[in-house]
């Protein structure tokens, strides 16, 4: 039976993001094997156009909501969700995003019929205040099966739900076709961190432990690549160590652009900071796409980017705040530099798009 599906996500491309980046590869793989698959998330583009021309070359059909107030939103959005179950009768739902779970708990309470699994990344666990915790926590007992992101993010869900059956599916990436032979690595060390400049995703934690780095090669570079969001103050940092032009930030950049820059690059950081509100990182996806093109990385332990680093092999985990442990990883990768490059790209291999959506057709035929 060709089965119907529909995937409620917070996010979805063509703007950059984590969750909009799964769930769009979730989407296409789950209609090349066959199921007709809906997508409902938010308008996040001025540009309505751009947005529609790109849903419009999907194999997918695309349905988003125009963001108004905080009351309208929700409630266009809630309109808009009931209209296409519906409509379209879904065998199978899907919600990807602290809202979609909200969505998906309501939908199950009148559509007994639909199947429905939670993705879990980190972040919609901690979101938002006491009463926002509270309903995503009751979102997610509604939900016949739960996907988390990671072993770390299980273990949040855990905490709050110990009763919870949690199945771990990786986040996939896709394989480049080619890296570009002519680019040529910068040297002496190129470091680089893709993802929004944010407290969450550490840039800060990095930019502390320049200092150190430089005081072992003083021509080190850092390049950040991502929405600017929290920019100035992250320029504040710099001015205040004095780091001049040890730092470079390169704004959103392309697919193209972006790989080219992490083929010129030597080492993928990414040092992800516990907020007091209680986000974290789920995953490491940028960590496996550096990896994938021979970067080896330095990430948090005691996150959800554990579980795309191994140990020694792909890269090291170091204490975020330690710029010392932050060094010896650096100097150990540097010294048999070849070694980590060529395991990062085997380590890439097993996350694939093509064997994780396996898991994902296994958890939803089950």
């Not at 009148?110 to 666990?125: M, N, Q, Y």
């Not at 509270?134 to 509604?142: A, C, I, P, Q, V």
């Amino acid at each position: 039976m060709n089965k119907r599906l529909l995937l409620l996500t917070s996010e979805f491309p063509p703007l950059p993001g984590g969750i909009g980046t799964h769930a769009f590869h979730l989407a296409s793989e789950l209609s090349e094997k066959g199921y007709t698959v809906q997508v409902h998330t938010n308008r996040r583009m001025t540009d309505y156009e751009e947005e529609a021309a790109f849903d419009r070359s999907q194999s997918f059909t695309v349905r988003r909501t125009e963001r108004k107030n905080w009351g309208r939103t929700y409630l266009y959005r809630i309109a808009a969700v009931l209209q296409i179950v519906k409509q379209k009768q879904p065998h199978i739902l899907i919600a990807s995003g602290k809202f979609s779970l909200w969505m998906g708990a309501l939908i199950s309470l009148f559509f007994t019929s639909i199947s429905s699994v939670a993705i879990i990344h980190g972040t919609e666990l901690k979101a938002g205040g006491f009463f926002s915790r509270w309903f995503t926590k009751m979102s997610l007992k509604r939900f016949e099966k739960v996907v988390a992101v990671s072993h770390f993010t299980k273990n949040k869900i855990a905490a709050i739900l110990p009763d919870v059956c949690v199945t771990v599916i990786p986040n996939g990436i896709v394989l480049p076709a080619a890296s570009f032979s002519d680019v040529q690595k910068e040297l002496p060390v190129s470091l680089v961190t893709v993802g929004n400049l944010t407290r969450r995703k550490g840039q800060h934690n990095v930019i502390n432990a320049l200092p150190e780095l430089l005081s072992w090669k003083a021509t080190i570079q850092y390049h950040c690549v991502g929405l600017p969001t929290e920019l100035e103050a992250i320029k504040a940092k710099i001015n205040e160590l004095q780091l001049g032009d040890s730092v470079i930030f390169h704004g959103v950049l392309t697919e193209t652009e972006k790989r080219v820059r992490l083929q010129k690059s030597h080492v993928f950081i990414m040092l992800s900071e516990h907020l007091a509100n209680g986000d974290f990182e789920g995953f490491g996806i940028a960590v496996l796409e550096a990896n994938a093109l021979g970067l080896p990385a330095i990430g948090s332990v005691n996150s959800g980017i554990a579980d795309a680093i191994q140990e020694g092999y792909s890269g090291k985990l170091v204490d975020p705040h330690d710029p010392i442990a932050i060094k010896a990883a650096l100097i150990e990768i540097y010294a048999d530099y070849e070694t980590y490059s060529s395991q990062a790209k085997v380590w890439s291999q097993q996350f694939q798009w093509k064997d994780i959506i396996e898991k994902y057709t296994t958890i939803i035929e089950s």
